[in-house]
């Protein structure tokens, strides 16, 4: 059985991921609500002049990603690889609760759903947790993919198809028939299926097989009632539209972007709504990007998907890759890995394919340290990077790269343009003496009771290799462990012990 958007929430909810408002609340005051509590998932329940609860954020933290694939926060790649690697063809069912609730001609109203303004300076209210869904006008092939529309009125809305994705290309070859191209779009999934439906394949992949593959299970699909389009049964909301053949011609935004900053004016396709059909009491589903923290925010669900890309792209050049994170601080565009280089040059390897071998351009900053270092510990990675790296040696700069358009900090938004990308090499040469970079970490803590006698003859035993004290001292416990420290003083008053170049306690010879 298909997991649900209502099933997911009580999912959350059950692993404290989740802040239910029971409260009326304005619309004015969505936005505000979900954003302090970035944390979390919300869901609002009531909305005044809204007979339709509200969720959203659910997929903004590695906790909630980890959780929809069931396993730990840092298995969350291996499991995505592994889940990509198969596909489960989907089933068709006759019905599905998707379409409990039909409504056609005039009875289509987009304003019945709690559309808010996410940002203050928003053109319009968006649709933006919405998988639009569409077959290959030459394949037959179906795609899933993300896509944002800004409500133009109550059957109309704009969709953001400026990016070289499927959508686009679906409709570029209808424009070029003079032919609308079908589009189901859907609201309200679970994160499991969000996940799937950003998963890049061929162009003769059908995306349900793909879906299906992530999900572990075949997807049912029931068919529109008004587009020759199939739809998961498990949605909470449809929309069956149309894009018409008429081009780039409606004005978007400007709206608040994945990088916390506003994105300009710009013209887009137009999506019509012929019919709009939904569970009896559905859920609505909105996507979170911006403000103050745009990488605690469903943007979130790109984060996997770009490391496994990186991840691949280590492991395939031969690197000893051990994990990689997308940081949320730089909102994707920081790349932390972690490595066991084997030769000289795997570093900057490594820091090379990490700012050049994802697909989407992600990310502008890598990181590169060794497997030591928790690559989800901040302050450790900080720390490898002042500790561990010469700034005139370790620092890599590359100019002239694929850009995301978005980026501020660009000289123009306006596509075709290039960015400069900066690596920084946290690893220990391979060529350096360890010793000298290791964390000085505490004594591992002795649970055992350890209390035995203390003899020279023993500890000069134990000298006959080098050891470091505490090798020697976690022997014993107790009173047996101050006898020790008095037998070591003993054998260096009587010249019978020394220390070599790493510290370590011998025994003197002849």
């Given amino acids: 059985m298909a997991e649900t958007l209502g099933g ?14 029971s409260q009326p609340v304005s619309i004015h005051e969505v936005a505000d609500i979900i954003s302090r509590n970035y944390m979390k998932a919300t869901l609002i329940e009531r909305i005044d002049g809204y007979d339709i609860p509200l969720a959203a954020n659910i997929a903004s933290n590695r906790k909630m990603i980890a959780l929809a694939l069931g396993v730990g926060e840092d298995e969350v790649v291996g499991e995505l690889e592994r889940r990509t690697q198969r596909r489960i063809p989907p089933v068709l069912v006759d019905d599905g609760p998707c379409k409990e609730v039909v409504k056609t001609g005039d009875d289509v109203d987009l304003t019945v759903f709690p559309l808010h303004l996410q940002h203050e300076l928003d053109a319009a209210p968006y649709i933006t947790a919405s998988v639009a869904i569409a077959k290959d006008p030459e ?6 993919g993300i896509y944002r529309m800004m409500l133009r009125t109550s059957r109309e809305t704009g969709v953001d198809v400026t990016a070289p994705h499927k959508l686009r290309a679906y409709y570029q070859r209808a424009l070029e028939m003079g032919k609308p191209l079908e589009v189901a ?9 969000l996940l799937g439906s950003l998963i890049s394949s061929p ?16 997807v049912e699909l029931v068919k529109c009632e008004t587009i020759d389009v199939y739809v998961p049964s498990n949605a909470e909301i449809v929309l069956e539209c149309e894009m018409p053949p008429i081009g780039w011609t409606v004005d978007e935004g400007p709206y608040g972007e994945f990088t916390g900053t506003y994105g300009g004016l710009k013209m887009n396709p137009v999506m019509r709504v012929k019919a709009i059909t939904h569970r009896r009491n559905p859920i609505f589903l909105s996507a979170t990007h911006g403000g103050r923290r745009p990488g605690r925010t469903d943007l979130h669900l790109l984060f996997p998907i770009i490391e496994l890309d990186l991840y691949r792209a280590l492991r395939q ?69 002042t500790y561990r790296a010469q700034p005139s040696e370790d620092i890599l700069i590359l100019d002239g790269l694929k850009a995301i358009p978005l980026d501020p900090s660009l000289p123009s938004d306006m596509p075709p343009v290039t960015t400069s990308k900066m690596g920084f090499d946290a690893t220990i040469p391979v060529d350096r003496p360890r010793q000298r970079f290791e964390p000085c970490l505490p004594p591992k803590p002795i649970t055992e009771d350890r209390k035995q006698e203390v003899s020279e003859e023993d500890l000069l035993k134990m000298l006959d290799k080098p050891r470091y004290l505490a090798e020697l001292a976690r022997n014993y416990t107790g009173t047996a462990y101050r006898k020790f420290l008095k037998t070591m003083a ?10 070599d170049q790493q510290g370590r306690y011998v025994r003197k010879q002849g």
């Fill in 185 to 193: 779009v859907v609201v309200g999934l679970p994160t499991i299926d």
């Fill in 139 to 144: 394949r037959g092939v179906y795609n899933l």
């Fill in 490 to 499: 003993n054998l260096r008053e009587r010249n019978l012990i020394a220390r």
């Fill in 317 to 385: 050049a031969g690197i000893d890759v051990r994990g990689i994170r997308l940081h949320p601080g730089g909102a994707g565009m920081w790349a932390i890995a972690s490595i066991r280089p084997r030769a000289p040059g795997d570093s900057k390897t490594a820091l090379a394919l990490l700012l050049t071998a994802s697909r989407q351009a992600f990310p502008k900053y890598a990181v590169v340290v060794d497997e030591d270092i928790d690559i989800y510990d901040d302050e450790q990675v900080v720390w490898a990077m």
């Fill in 8 to 21: 997911w929430l009580r999912k959350l909810e059950e692993n404290n991921l989740l802040q239910r408002i």
């Fill in 203 to 218: 162009y003769d992949v059908d995306e349900y097989e793909v879906l299906g593959g992530i999900r572990g299970e075949p």
